[in-house]
């Protein structure tokens, strides 16, 4: 696995950092600058530089894009922790990847069209398709790993990351590649952030005090705090993986790909709680297990009123309420939502749960709301970190569109 | 503007051009008669970067005829002085 999240790049840095419930939110100037309401984002602490060795020089200088920027130090650290080689001369012809991403680097794309305004559009050069390309990210990590399967992009706004790694899944499962690069990424770009501001979806109140604003399951949660960043697992075969020896975190169960049709109270913005359910259900029957023996919740839980309704979903799906709920978490109070990339960093550190035997602290809801208290039990939000064993995870996102993703991920046997 | 020598030219361009190529070693025995793509492996759709950084460190611009010139270095160094001496006489 690999990851770059505003609390942690590489997996070392980020398991101490969920381990330990360390923020990595902060007060973004260029918020400031832009006059929005919310000043406070999930910046990767990342160096572009790392990538010399897998970049050549001239592609390198001109790598606008954070996003895939993000995704190819993910996609390098994965392969390489999967015990694969990077930039052998040999086509694995047995590997594709799906690279999800939501939206477009902005930031990179205004430097375009501003030039194109000022009838420069000659100087371009040959790298801005490649960056503004929905596929730029699989495209520029095809160019490091060599990939001779499928390599394309997933988009379904904030459960691509969940998504591309069931379509991964389907895509090995129906003997159509032996192992997939799978994950998603998003620029860390204010102009994106601005975008869900003028929306007010993200919170406000908080600029003073960046650590304490992203409030999932909160009593005084207000909107969400935006993030960039990326995650990516390599998915392989079981056999071929045991075969030559692969590190193996975690099996993928199952799960499911649905949506709520935008109705029964679903919308472009809300979900159909209809829906989300039968997703739950569907992931939970065609992984062939019992609900009563998921441990962990790994929530989508983005710090706005859908939280308890959210809770409440997973309540009734499960059918386990109070002290029989498992346990649950958002890995968002650290790090924000980092949108596209929110499924994939969230699936990575659901898998180091169960490979390492903890569960992370969901900070910043001291202030539980009374809603989900009535729910479940307190006890079953850690205010810090539980080490126990953990067997079977379910983790899901949902997204814009009204759409749902739900992965079942068991610890490797 | 004065006119800058050819192998002065030649200097500069071997600095834009070894960014863009994997095998630094290929420069050592450049003449006017390697091609780009053929001989120094610059990948083809590269061609309009170098350019770009041409026209940045000369402080000319390249036409559209000048792109059906620049296949050898010394086609590149040709249109570097042809703009040079447009340039010189604006």
Partial sequence: ?413 | MKMIEKEVILEELKKIISVYIADKSLLENITESTLLSGDLKVNSGHIVDIVLDAEAQFDIEFDDASFDKIATIGGCIEVIQEKLRSNANR
């Fill in chain 1, 1 to 413: 696995m690999g990851v770059v999240a505003p609390n942690g790049v590489g997996i070392p840095a980020f398991t101490h950092a969920i381990r330990k419930g360390i923020s990595g939110l902060s007060f973004v100037p260029a918020m400031e600058q832009l006059k929005l309401g919310c000043q406070v984002g999930g910046i990767p602490d990342f160096d572009e530089n790392t990538l010399a060795p897998w970049l050549p020089e001239n592609i390198l200088r001109n790598l606008r894009s954070t996003g895939i920027q993000y995704a190819c130090a993910a996609a390098v650290e994965a392969w390489q922790d999967a015990g694969l080689p990077v930039n052998n001369e040999a086509i694995d012809w047995d590997a594709g990847c799906i690279m999800g991403t939501g939206i477009c680097d902005i930031t990179a794309l205004r430097w375009g069209i501003h030039l194109a305004d000022d009838l420069l559009a000659r100087k371009l050069g040959s790298t801005y398709v490649q960056q503004i390309m929905f596929s730029g990210a699989s495209a520029y990590i095809n160019g490091i790993l060599g990939l001779g399967n499928q390599v394309s992009a997933n988009s379904a706004a904030c459960s691509t990351g969940t998504e591309s790694i069931l379509m991964a899944y389907d895509k090995i499962k129906l003997g159509h590649a032996k192992r997939m690069v799978a994950g998603s990424c998003e620029s860390s770009s204010h102009y994106i952030w601005g975008a869900f501001d003028a929306m007010r979806v993200l919170n406000r109140r908080h600029n003073n005090n960046p650590t304490a604003a992203s409030r999932p399951m909160s009593e005084t949660a207000a909107g969400f705090i935006p993030g960039g960043g990326a995650g990516v697992l390599i998915l392989e075969e079981r056999e071929t993986a045991l075969a030559r020896g692969a590190k193996i975190y975690a099996e993928i169960r199952g799960g499911a790909i649905n949506s709520g049709g935008q109705r029964m109270g679903g919308t472009m913005t809300a979900p159909n709680n209809a829906g989300v359910q039968r997703c739950f259900e569907a992931a939970i029957n065609n992984s062939q297990v019992d609900p009563n023996s998921v441990d962990l919740v790994c929530g989508h839980l983005t710090a706005t009123f859908a939280d308890k309704v959210e809770v409440s979903n997973w309540s009734r799906a499960l059918g386990r309420e109070g002290m029989n709920f498992p346990y649950i978490n958002s890995l968002k109070s650290m790090i924000g939502h980092c949108l596209a990339a929110t499924g994939s960093i969230e699936s990575v550190a659901a898998v180091l749960q169960l490979y390492h035997g903890f569960i992370h602290p969901s900070i910043n809801c001291e202030d539980l709301h009374p809603e989900i208290a009535a729910t479940i039990d307190p006890s079953r939000i850690p205010a810090t970190e539980i080490k126990q064993d953990v067997k079977l995870v379910m983790k899901a996102n949902f997204g814009f569109g009204d759409v749902n993703a739900c992965i079942v991920f068991e610890k490797a046997i």
